[in-house]
């Protein structure tokens, strides 16, 4: 089993509609979690971290965290076409994993 | 502008020859690393450094060295590169800890 698992894509998602990109991982301990964004041929950005149990909203993104089932989420509403890209689930236990990556292509 | 930076971008080079691949940071963080990229397997650490002459191995350290004499520098070393080294390269550096990291542009190896 992989440390951090993402689900394996692509994802093809329409312009508007919700992109719902999943991770899960092994270490029980493991306390931050992070989602990057990669655009083809460029360095990975972060776009959010969440460390609690529950969701944390910021903006078209919402990060949703269940540490008792190891599963973190990413949720992009009104998906625009400029969201095409892999997104990067990281993980930090006793140290930081990354996850394979999740293409998203958004159709016009 | 606070910013990671990389030198080469991209490199061409052949099996034994010894190369180093710069990273610089301006923004005083304290935790660099470096990482690969390759198709279907993500990005996987190869050292990283909590701080100045203090590294330490990552998942994949084999064939690859480190140093740490200033802050804002951190080289990657291949003293006798392979094919097998062939891939992206990222480097990238935290306040502290791995925490909400800034990559580099990447540098792309070809080995032949």
């Known amino acids: 089993q992989k440390e951090v698992e993402q689900n394996s894509g692509p994802l093809s998602v329409p312009e508007g509609a919700i992109a719902s990109l999943n991770c899960t991982y092994s270490?029980?301990?493991?306390?931050?979690f992070f989602w990057y964004r990669q655009y083809s041929g460029k360095s990975p950005e972060l776009i959010m971290f969440?460390?609690?149990?529950g969701d944390k909203e910021d903006g078209r993104f919402t990060a949703q965290l269940n540490k008792a089932s190891q599963y973190v989420s990413l949720l992009i509403r009104d998906s625009q076409p400029s969201d095409s890209a892999t997104y990067l689930c990281?993980?930090?236990?006793?140290?930081?994993?990354f996850g394979q990556g999740t293409e998203l292509s958004v159709k016009p | 502008e606070a910013q990671v930076t990389q030198n080469p971008r991209y490199l061409i080079t052949v099996t034994g020859k010894k190369l180093t691949v710069t990273c610089s940071q301006n923004m005083n963080h304290e935790y660099m690393s470096w990482y690969r990229q390759d198709p279907g397997l993500g990005l996987r650490q190869i050292y990283y450094?909590?701080?100045?002459?203090?590294?330490d191995k990552g998942d994949v350290p084999e064939g690859y060295k480190v140093s740490r004499k200033e802050k804002r520098n951190f080289p990657l070393i291949l003293e006798s590169p392979s094919p097998n080294q062939t891939s992206l390269y990222f480097c990238?550096?935290?306040?502290?800890?791995?925490?909400?990291?800034?990559f580099g542009p990447g540098t792309r190896l070809l080995v032949l």
């Open positions: 450094s909590m701080n100045v002459e203090v590294t």
């Open positions: 969440i460390y609690s149990n």
């Open positions: 990281a993980v930090q236990g006793g140290k930081l994993i």
């Open positions: 270490d029980r301990g493991s306390q931050s």
């Open positions: 990238a550096s935290s306040l502290e800890g791995a925490e909400t990291q800034y």
